[in-house]
Structure formats: structure tokens, C-alpha cells
């Protein structure tokens, strides 16, 4: 696309035919590296949720093998014996069709890490190119606040935000509080992240003109 030719030197005499709405690059990388990283936790999500699905069934029939061991009411115990047959079915239903459902996680993984890279890429591609002006991908942005902006999003390696949202994912499935980025409150490699960025530094400027202090400009 037209916006992409910015990312050279280059893209100056480019840039006049942006279309309208589109995104400039920084926002494109950092959206694709967003929606990727989504991608991934939709996976891990999925996964886990599978394996917790194995994971109960078995308690289940476990609990009942358990119960019916110590079950006194015969009656009861047939009726236990009938769920157990009804879990185990479902159980080898499930652990059948599991090894497709991984692959096919896996391969979700596998291009979404092939798009973080290729959006990581070209952020740093904007770092190493000094006469890269900000205006070329936001005007509200400095070209220190863009680099600042890149190298945040750069943090994380690709296996990173996969065992990042790994985390998430168990987290979310237990109940427990879920893991926070260290030294900022901002998740990079979800779509909202970089733009609570953007707009707390751009609060946090606006607060310094209005109190008379340094700009950034």
C-alpha cells in the first residue's frame, strides 16, 4: 500500500498520497504486531481450555470410581457407574479430536509469530534510520516519543509474548490475578496498548505546557 513507501527516507515525497484513514506505519506495525499477539492468545486461550476440559472429566470419573468404592446404596452406585460411562465417552471424544485441535493451534502460533517478527522488523527499521521523521507516522508524536514508542514494542520477543500469554491464559482459567507487564501498566502486544501509551503521553505533555514546564517538541 501507498503508506507503506514511508518507511524509507524516501517516503517523504509519498507521503502526500496516503489514503484517508489509513494507518500511518508505526500504526500499522504496532496493530499488526497487536493483532498477532491476539492471535497467539486466542490459542493459548483455546488450549488451555482444553486441556482444563480433559483435566476435569478425568477428576470427574475419578470422583465417581471413588464414591461408588465406598457406596452402600446400590441403586446410587449404578447411577454413578451410568455417568461414568457417559464422562468416559466424552472423555475419549475429546482426547481423540485433541492432537488435530493442538496442531491446528500450533499453526495459528506459528503465523502469528511470522507477522510479530515482520511488524518487529520494520520498527526497528525505524529506530536505525535516523532521518526518519516522527511526522512520517504520527504527527503527535516526537521522533524521541516514536523511537521510545518502537522500543517498547520491541521488548518482547515473540516466545516472550507466547509464554506472556500463556500466563494469561492459565490465569484467566484458575481465577487468579492476571500477570501485568514489568515497569509498565500498558500490554504492547495487545491492540489497546500502545494507544493508552499514546495517550498518556500525550496527557503527561499537555500537563507540562499547561504548567509551564520543558517540552518535548
Request: proline share 5%.
Amino acid at each position: 500500500m501507498l503508506h507503506d513507501a514511508a518507511w524509507t527516507l524516501a517516503g517523504n515525497l509519498y507521503s502526500s498520497a496516503r489514503p484517508a484513514r489509513a494507518l500511518f506505519p508505526l500504526e500499522s506495525a504496532m496493530d499488526d504486531l497487536g493483532r498477532a499477539a491476539r492471535d497467539i492468545a486466542f490459542a493459548e486461550t483455546a488450549d488451555v481450555i482444553a486441556l482444563h476440559r480433559i483435566s476435569v472429566l478425568r477428576d470427574m470419573i475419578a470422583a465417581c470410581r471413588a464414591e461408588i468404592a465406598v457406596q452402600e446404596d446400590t441403586k446410587v452406585a449404578l447411577e454413578l457407574a451410568a455417568a461414568i460411562d457417559g464422562l468416559s465417552e466424552e472423555l475419549s471424544s475429546f482426547e481423540e479430536t485433541l492432537p488435530l485441535e493442538r496442531a491446528f493451534r500450533a499453526d495459528q502460533r506459528d503465523h502469528a509469530v511470522v507477522r510479530i517478527e515482520a511488524a518487529q522488523s520494520r520498527l526497528r527499521s525505524f529506530i536505525e534510520t535516523e532521518g526518519m521523521g516522527a511526522d512520517l507516522f504520527d504527527p503527535a508524536l516526537t521522533r524521541d516519543e516514536a523511537v521510545e514508542l518502537a522500543r517498547a514494542a520491541l521488548a518482547r520477543s515473540p516466545a516472550q509474548i507466547i509464554a506472556a500469554a500463556r500466563l494469561e491464559a492459565e490465569a484467566r482459567q484458575t481465577g487468579a490475578p492476571i500477570p501485568t507487564p514489568e515497569g509498565s501498566p500498558f500490554h504492547f502486544t495487545q491492540p489497546e496498548g500502545w494507544m493508552a501509551w499514546l495517550a498518556a503521553r500525550l496527557a503527561e505533555r499537555a500537563g507540562r505546557g499547561m504548567s509551564g514546564g520543558p517540552s518535548q517538541a
